[in-house]
């Protein structure tokens, strides 16, 4: 596996603590999970209409910044 260096918000880093927690996973299993979930989102979007998969990127990152 190769180590990818993102930065996330405080909210989303309190997220994964917390589902982590509760679901007894650990923080990289789940954000592996998530990161995983969210990909095959975006590629069913963008594989039914491009242009929605870049609107899909651009909302959620927006979203996830706050």
């Known amino acids: 596996m190769k180590h990818l260096g993102i930065r996330i918000s405080d909210l989303q880093d ?39 998969g870049k609107e899909l990127i651009a909302v959620a990152d927006a979203r996830a910044g706050l």
């Open 14 to 52: 309190l997220q994964i603590n917390d589902i982590a927690s509760e679901t007894g996973s650990t923080k990289s299993k789940l954000t592996r999970a998530a990161l995983y979930l969210g990909l095959q989102q975006i590629k069913t979007h963008s594989d039914k209409d491009l242009e929605k």
